[in-house]
């Protein structure tokens, strides 16, 4: 099993930054393609940016590409993402997930099967 724990999250205003960090424990993430996806009240959970085991390859989608960044730390058992320029539109729960076999850059919801319980970014106007 993988427990994943996500921090960083708070208030903001729009045009400022987070740092998102998704932390693992109860067995390394080092091979698991992760990602990071988000729940705006009164909408189906998207993903927002998904990282290959090494690094290599990311996925962003549209409305966030150029503002953030997903990255990790296979060493610390960890998963970032930075989130530049924010917009209220970006104020959701942000959540971290791992597909815990190893391959590709799964990109949609149901091919991870460990999520964490999430972190609350909103952005202020």
């Known amino acids: 099993q993988v427990q994943l724990v996500e921090s960083g999250g708070g208030l903001v205003q729009a045009g400022g930054s987070l740092r998102l960090s998704c932390a693992a424990s109860?067995?390394?993430?080092?091979?698991?393609?992760m990602g990071w996806f988000r729940q705006a009240p009164g909408k189906e959970r998207e993903t927002v940016a998904a990282i290959t085991w090494s690094g290599g390859n990311t996925y962003y989608t549209d409305s966030v590409k150029g503002r953030f960044t997903i990255s990790r730390d296979n060493a610390k058992n960890t998963v970032y993402l930075q989130m530049n320029s924010l917009k209220p539109e970006d104020t959701a729960v942000y959540y971290c997930?791992?597909?815990?076999?190893?391959?590709?850059?799964?990109?949609?919801?149901?091919?991870?099967?460990?999520w964490g319980q999430g972190t609350q970014v909103t952005v202020s106007s």
């Open positions: 997930a791992a597909h815990p076999y190893g391959l590709g850059l799964p990109v949609t919801l149901d091919e991870y099967d460990y």
């Open positions: 109860g067995r390394t993430i080092s091979s698991y393609p």
